[in-house]
């Protein structure tokens, strides 16, 4: 039992290193059937997922496309040049997103091909880049869902601050 308590100290010592990437020592994890199951079912709703995602980013690209050219067309005939700025720039951060979403989706499409390819032909290859896609997919999700949060909570602060200011006049 002390021979355990040694070893999970030197591994936390290891993993709160500034080198812990360098220092983990490698282990074997066995993957049995039941799991390898979940994994493959995983790979297929990841798939699902992600092409249903291109899907949508796809259609939503060529409505916004489409939109476009109708509002810049009359915002052109009316000669509204302030109104084609601020669709521009509307335009700029809508594909800005979309490029972020597509990065998401992507990774989340590979997490879901190299699972399976992994779990098919026992490649540990596949497997470790299939969790690195996993991984990185939840991180850029938690940066979107802070982000998103961060925003909320500065037009919930602007809205109280344009309230009470037209409830004191």
Request: charged share 15%; glycine share 2%; proline share 1%.
């Amino acid at each position: 039992m002390d021979n355990f308590n040694e070893e999970n100290n030197e591994l936390n010592e290891d993993l709160n290193s500034s080198n812990a990437s360098q220092n983990l020592p490698t282990i074997e994890i066995v993957v049995d059937k039941e799991t390898r199951e979940y994994f493959l079912v995983s790979a297929k709703w990841a798939k699902f997922i992600s092409v249903t995602y291109f899907v949508l980013i796809s259609l939503g690209v060529l409505f916004w496309l489409v939109s476009l050219l109708f509002i810049f067309n009359s915002s052109h005939l009316n000669n509204e040049n302030n109104q084609s700025l601020s669709l521009l720039l509307l335009s700029l951060f809508s594909l800005s997103l979309v490029i972020f979403v597509l990065y998401l989706v992507s990774k989340l499409y590979r997490y879901s091909n190299d699972i399976k390819s992994s779990m098919l032909n026992f490649n540990q290859r596949d497997f470790n880049d299939s969790i690195k896609n996993l991984s990185d997919f939840f991180k850029f999700s938690g940066y979107a869902f802070i982000a998103s949060i961060s925003i909320y909570v500065v037009i919930l602060i602007v809205a109280l601050i344009v309230g009470a200011s037209k409830i004191s006049r």
